[in-house]
């Protein structure tokens, strides 16, 4: 074969691939539809309680950590603001609305090891569980200015008391 040849080859392979990638997520995003990103501000008159800078790695059903969903505005990994109020959560993604994840809609916050394609020192993600619809979805988060057991901590005192299980996991 011709180097030309072989070059050639190596282009069809390659527009195959993205191809099938392409695909792939177009599929992936009307799977997941149905599930809508919690846009919203933080209500007037809630109390900050911790302000802190981490990068979002991604939000998957609950207990499978390998599997992305393709929920508009959270499909993809970004840095983030993460701001804890007496409320709930708010999330400032690049790029995207603010989320707000109420109190009322999340289950529980923990910590984990292991997400999609972020491997960490152990426990170094926080892990908010929260429900959307009939669904319970989690969200990892990588505190980069303070330690994830921190900003779970900080969550986890403004859930009610039946709700919190901050003991570490490694999903």
Do not use: N
Not at 57 to 84: K, N, Q
Not at 114 to 123: F, Q, T
């Amino acid at each position: 074969m011709t180097r030309e040849g072989a070059l050639l080859v190596m282009i069809v392979l390659a527009v195959v691939l993205l191809a099938i990638g392409i695909a792939a997520w177009r599929r992936r995003t009307r799977r997941d539809a149905g599930i809508a990103a919690p846009v919203g501000e933080v209500p007037v008159g809630a109390v900050e309680r911790a302000h802190v800078s981490a990068l979002y790695v991604a939000t998957t059903p609950h207990d499978e950590p390998l599997e992305r969903l393709a929920i508009r505005g959270m499909g993809f990994r970004s840095r983030a603001d993460v701001t804890v109020t007496d409320r709930g959560v708010a999330l400032d993604l690049t790029g995207q609305p603010r989320l707000f994840l109420a109190v009322g809609h999340i289950v529980e916050v923990d910590l984990a090891t292991v997400a999609i394609d972020r491997v960490v020192e152990p426990s170094g993600l926080v892990r908010l569980t929260w429900r959307v619809g009939d669904r319970f979805v989690d969200s990892y988060l990588r505190p980069q200015d303070g330690s994830a057991r921190a900003l779970a901590d900080t969550v986890a005192a403004t859930l009610p008391a039946s709700t919190t299980t901050p003991t570490g996991t490694d999903a």
